[in-house]
């Protein structure tokens, strides 16, 4: 029923679209004219005179040179859900689109995309399980993985050294331990001014997606099934068991102003020297070599939990709309199967080009093979934003739950963090309103 009243809404604003298109527009479906020549374009997230897209555009220029009969122009799209339904709908979408992995099922589910299974199937080996499953809707894949990030624990290897700590934390016991250690007045004055970890605490998606990976590592749940919806699971005595962990790291171990940091303020912070860790993805690498390498640093995988390791994800997916047929068809998978080719993935870490002019790394690629190319072996520590797609944490589990996240989650965890409500309190709140919305759904 749900699937209906979206498809319903937004027909009219389709049929509003087509209306008012020119006769230039260019279909997606068919095949090219006499030159033997077959034009796609490849539709991306950034803006394709960005350095992003600048680096994308190079890893392109290399499909080219090796499929001289395919031309493939890049453009540029804002991240909405719904206007991409509406132009894979209507015909007026790119031949190749980068989807977030969330919207990959959701519109797959409403029959926008291509079934890539048959086509895909044994390049999909190459990815970790877990990742593949997150582009694949009732066992056909309609996603193929391109790029992303995980979220790891990143350190001040510097001053673990100093602090005469070998390593990082492998669970949750020695994250507080190695935190508590970290925690200290480094001058003398009686205050604290280094802390060992740096958290989310402010009312910001930061905050839900982090303290949703402590969920999952205590082996809870976001949302669970009932009857033909979802309810609210996160009060149950695993998230409670997070959210109590979470906060008694935030109490002990992390600046004052905690509770109105985002993950950009954190990153400041540890920047700045003063927290020793924090959670981040690749870019909490690149930002100290941005910044003039004021110390080592590292990453490792996040600690583990009573039930294990969860790392927040943000891949990408390659998917192709239904619409597309032909040779522009065929030329959309031979792109796709260059993209996520061994070379194609390496091309990822040659990076976006920075204000002084170096280039650095802005995202990972998906590939599980890669330990041995050039730059992982002069760079391993950035493999750890690979292997953390083994074990994901899935922080919008549905979409209605995106919802509920902006209207009670993000401030109720906000009030638990600086101390205005209890863990059981703010997660009493979450389920009773949380549930409304849900069941509004």
Known sequence: MKHTKLFLVLLLSLTALVAGCSSSG??????????????????????????????????????EKENENINVELVSTTQNNQKLLTQVLSGQAPEVLQVPYREVRNLASE?????????????AENFYDELVNLGTVNDKLYGFPWLGHTIQLVYNKTMFEEAGIDGPPENWDELYETAKKLTKDTDGDGKIDQYGLGLVGKQHPDVAWLTNMFVNQAGGEIV??????????????????????????VDEVTPPDTGNKDG??????FRNEVVAMEFQGPWGITDIWKNGNPFEVAAAPVPAGPEG??????????SIPDTVSGD??????????FLGSKKAQEMIMLGEKGEDGEYYPFRVPMRKDLADSDYFQEHPEFLVFIEGLKYPSISSPVEAWARVEQEVYQSQLNQMVTGEKSVEEALETVEEKGNKILDSK
């Open 26 to 63: 260019e279909e997606t479906s068919g095949n090219d004219d006499s030159s033997g020549e077959t034009n796609i374009k490849m539709q991306i997230v950034w803006g394709t005179d960005s350095g992003r897209g600048e680096a994308i555009q190079t890893i392109v220029d290399e499909f």
């Open 328 to 337: 522009k068809a065929e030329a959309s998978k031979k792109l796709i199967e």
């Open 111 to 123: 029959g926008a995309f291509m079934d890539l299974t048959d086509e895909f199937s044994d390049d």
């Open 224 to 249: 669970k099934e009932s009857g033909d919806g979802y309810k609210v699971a996160l009060n149950s005595p695993e998230g409670k068991e997070a959210l109590k962990f979470y906060k008694k790291l």
């Open 264 to 269: 950009g303020g954190v990153m400041a912070d």
């Open 309 to 318: 390791r969860a790392a927040d994800l943000g891949p990408y997916m390659l």
